[in-house]
C-alpha cells in the first residue's frame, strides 16, 4: 500500500525535523548559534600554538586574496572578480572575528 502525502504535510516535517535537529544548538546558543559575530564567545579549549598560526595565516591568506582580486576587478572590469572579492572579504571577516575568541592577534588589525 503506498502511502501519499500532500506537499504541505511534507513541508511541515521538513520544518519540524531540522526544528528537532537544532534544538540543541538552540539550547545551548540562543538563537543567534555559535558562529563568528553572533555574540558568543564560548571556544570549547584553547587553541594550540600551530593553530593560532593557522588561523593568522589564514587572516593575511583572505586579506591577500580580496586584494588580488580587487586589482584584477580595477584592471579588466569584470563582475566576476569583484564577486570573488566579496567573496574573500567575507572570508576575512569571519577569519578576523575568530582571533579575538581565540586570543590570537591579529596580523591585519591595521591593513582593513
Do not use: C
Amino acid at each position: 500500500m503506498k502511502l501519499e502525502t500532500s506537499y504541505p504535510a511534507r513541508i511541515a516535517f521538513a520544518f519540524a525535523l531540522a526544528a528537532f535537529l537544532m534544538a540543541p544548538t538552540f539550547a545551548q546558543n540562543g538563537p543567534g548559534g555559535n558562529r563568528p559575530g553572533s555574540g558568543v564567545v564560548t571556544p570549547a579549549q584553547p587553541v594550540t600554538a600551530a593553530e593560532a598560526q593557522s588561523l593568522a595565516f589564514m587572516r593575511e591568506e583572505e586579506k591577500m586574496a580580496r586584494d588580488v582580486y580587487q586589482q584584477l576587478y580595477e584592471k579588466w572590469n569584470l563582475t566576476t572578480f569583484k564577486n570573488i572579492a566579496a567573496s574573500e572579504q567575507q572570508h576575512f571577516n569571519s577569519v578576523g572575528a575568530l582571533l579575538p575568541r581565540y586570543g590570537v592577534a591579529d596580523p591585519a588589525a591595521d591593513t582593513q
